[in-house]
């Protein structure tokens, strides 16, 4: 993995974030189901990471998956997140992190038979997303 665009101490980054931001982006936590601002938005805009402020979604990339967590059908550019094997929990499955500074923001699932044109459900933490009305 390359070398984040960003990148603070600890230190600065709970400076930076509240302390249930930085459990989330910095330390791999999850929020509660159906507990975050963007779970249920259908509101236009580019979501930004809040850690570092990278766009990292479009809304027009997100759909209803009634997960509990917003989810997306791809990422804003192909380069906007980083993919990495995450078997935390005894099951194989994807992590997704910003690419600009490496926080993490969720997971990425395939297969799930979700109608759109990707057949993937980018769970992201809303606690992560900053999102920015159109201008």
Known sequence: MTS???SLTDDE??????PEEF???RRAGTEPPNTGEYTDTTAEGIYECRACGAELFRSTEKFPSHCGWPSFFDPADS???ILRP???LGRQRTEVLCASCHSHLGHVFTGEGYPTPTDQRYCINSICLRLVPPS
């Open 4 to 6: 984040p665009k960003v």
């Open 79 to 81: 380069d906007a997140v």
């Open 13 to 18: 980054w709970r400076a930076k974030l509240s």
């Open 86 to 88: 995450d078997n935390s």
């Open 23 to 25: 459990a989330v982006l």
